[in-house]
């Protein structure tokens, strides 16, 4: 770990990313992973301990927030929704000319950004989920007035190693945060509850999860694989009067569906309320 930010216009982008926690972790394992110089990311968190453990972890740098702004050709907002108006305040003076603002902020439109940075800011609001971790995620991303295809390009740079990435317009990413944003929530929520499901019949634990994830993984990969409506999928798997149609008619007596419909909405309703303040 080094503890300055530094400024090479030749070089690699550098990158502050400004909150060191679940997401800002995940997207700095991410950088490393994909090939990003450690010393082109500076991590920032309020917590100079926690900025100092990530730095070490993945052989970054940290620094001041000011420091790490003045030196950042992109600065990667990971903070709470609720505090991106105080950071963006600190940010505003220090930001160089032509830098890129990326946020992960859920809720927070662009327009809040536009509005507490210098006039003609190029902004990409970028909503990500944790498995990007393992480069298994889902993100979109959205840009603002300024940003330019060569902004776009840099934000995808950046999420390289993180999975999917998907252009969308802004009025879409509420939708986007309740589906893929929230959604590894409730695909590890299915998992535990067929897995406890399995233990419930008698299965040893271990050997239930194994199968719940198998599972899971396996029926993802099919649709992706096959390109067919997950409704033939389904199909498929239910033999007339056997155990599927059984199973399948349990979930819709306990309305599973629309519960699921509920939680997406529920969550782009959230997000929507976050963007207001
Ligand atoms: N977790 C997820 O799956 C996803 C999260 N997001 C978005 O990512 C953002 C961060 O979420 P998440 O990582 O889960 O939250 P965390 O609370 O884990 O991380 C936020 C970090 O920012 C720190 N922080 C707070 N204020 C400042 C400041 N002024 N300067 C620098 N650092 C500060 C926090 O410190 P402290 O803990 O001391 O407050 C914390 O370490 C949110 O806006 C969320 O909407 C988007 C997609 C998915
Ligand atoms: O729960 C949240 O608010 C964040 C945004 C999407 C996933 N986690």
């Given at each position: 770990?080094?503890?300055?930010?530094?400024?090479?216009?030749?070089?690699?982008?550098?990158?502050?990313?400004?909150?060191?926690?679940?997401?800002?972790?995940?997207?700095?394992?991410?950088?490393?992973?994909?090939?990003?110089?450690?010393?082109?990311?500076?991590?920032?968190?309020?917590?100079?301990?926690?900025?100092?453990?990530?730095?070490?972890?993945?052989?970054?740098?940290?620094?001041?927030?000011?420091?790490?702004?003045?030196?950042?050709?992109?600065?990667?907002?990971?903070?709470?929704?609720?505090?991106?108006?105080?950071?963006?305040?600190?940010?505003?003076?220090?930001?160089?000319?032509?830098?890129?603002?990326?946020?992960?902020?859920?809720g927070?439109?662009?327009?809040?950004?536009?509005?507490?940075?210098?006039?003609?800011?190029?902004?990409?609001?970028?909503?990500?989920?944790?498995?990007?971790?393992?480069?298994?995620?889902?993100?979109?991303?959205?840009?603002?007035?300024?940003?330019?295809e060569?902004?776009l390009?840099?934000?995808?740079?950046?999420?390289?190693?993180?999975?999917?990435?998907?252009?969308?317009?802004?009025?879409?990413?509420?939708?986007?945060?309740?589906?893929?944003?929230?959604?590894p929530?409730?695909?590890?929520?299915?998992?535990?509850?067929?897995?406890?499901?399995?233990?419930l019949?008698?299965?040893?634990?271990?050997?239930?999860?194994?199968?719940?994830?198998?599972?899971?993984e396996?029926?993802?990969?099919?649709?992706?694989?096959?390109?067919?409506?997950?409704?033939?999928?389904?199909?498929?798997?239910?033999?007339?009067?056997?155990?599927?149609?059984?199973g399948?008619?349990?979930?819709?007596?306990?309305?599973?569906?629309?519960?699921?419909?509920?939680?997406?909405?529920?969550?782009?309703?959230?997000?929507r309320?976050?963007?207001?303040?």
């Open positions: 770990m080094t503890t300055q930010a530094t400024q090479d216009p030749g070089a690699t982008p550098a990158v502050a990313v400004l909150g060191g926690g679940v997401m800002g972790g995940t997207l700095v394992a991410a950088l490393r992973q994909g090939g990003w110089p450690g010393d082109r990311v500076t991590v920032v968190d309020q917590d100079a301990t926690k900025a100092a453990a990530l730095a070490d972890e993945h052989d970054v740098r940290t620094a001041t927030l000011p420091d790490a702004v003045a030196a950042a050709d992109v600065v990667l907002v990971a903070v709470k929704p609720d505090v991106v108006p105080a950071v963006l305040e600190q940010v505003a003076p220090v930001l160089r000319g032509g830098a890129l603002v990326t946020s992960v902020a859920a927070v439109p662009l327009r809040v950004y536009e509005d507490a940075l210098p006039a003609g800011t190029p902004v990409v609001r970028v909503m990500p989920n944790t498995p990007a971790l393992i480069g298994k995620g889902a993100s979109a991303i959205a840009p603002g007035r300024a940003a330019e060569g902004h390009v840099l934000v995808e740079r950046v999420l390289a190693a993180t999975g999917l990435v998907e252009r969308v317009a802004e009025k879409h990413l509420d939708a986007v945060t309740a589906l893929s944003g929230s959604g929530a409730y695909a590890f929520y299915v998992v535990d509850a067929l897995a406890e499901a399995g233990v019949l008698g299965l040893p634990r271990d050997l239930a999860t194994r199968l719940a994830v198998a599972t899971v396996g029926a993802a990969a099919m649709v992706a694989q096959t390109g067919d409506h997950p409704a033939v999928l389904r199909e498929r798997v239910s033999s007339p009067g056997g155990t599927t149609v059984a399948v008619a349990a979930l819709d007596a306990h309305a599973v569906r629309a519960g699921l419909v509920a939680a997406v909405r529920a969550a782009a309703d959230r997000s309320e976050l963007g207001a303040g």
